[in-house]
C-alpha cells in the first residue's frame, strides 16, 4: 500500500487541479493571466501579517489575498492602466512589502521557500479538507455566476 503522506498529495492535488481547471479558463478568458502569480506574491505578505500578529497562517494568507483581489477591482475603475500592468504593481508591491516586514521580524527563522513554493507531500487531513470544502464553495459560486460573467466581459 501507498504511504499515507502519498495518498494526501494525491487527494489534496486532485483536489486543487478540480478547482483550478474551471477558474484558469475565466482567468485566461477575461485576460488576467497574471493574477494567480499576484496572489501567489501576496501570499508572502500574509505569511509576514500572520507571524507579526501571531494568528493563522492560511486564515491570513486568506485574506491579504482578498484584499488584494478587491484592490485590483478598486484599481481597475479608477486608472487608466491595462490590468496587466495593476497586476504587476500589485506583486512587486505586495512580495516586497513582505520581504520587508519579515527583514524586521528578526525574532522570526521561516523557510521562505517553502512559504513560496510549498511542499505537496506535507498535506495534511485538515488541508485537505479546506481544499475540498472551499473548492466546492468556489466552484458552486463560479456556477451561479457563470453566465454573469459571460455577460458583463468588457
Known sequence: MLDDFFMRSI??????ATVVG????FVVWRRLAYFGDTLSHSAL?????ALLFQ????LSVFITSVFVAFALLFLQKGQKLSSDTLLGLLAHST?????IALSFMTWVRVDLMGFLFGDILSITK???????????LVLICLILVWKK??????
Open 45 to 49: 505578505l500574509g505569511v509576514a501579517l
Open 55 to 58: 494568528i493563522n497562517i492560511t
Open 126 to 136: 485538515q488541508d485537505i479538507l479546506i481544499i475540498w470544502v472551499g473548492g466546492l
Open 95 to 99: 512580495i516586497a512589502l513582505g520581504l
Open 149 to 154: 460573467l459571460f455577460c458583463c466581459h468588457s
Open 11 to 16: 487527494i489534496g492535488g486532485v483536489g486543487v
Open 22 to 25: 474551471p477558474l484558469g479558463c
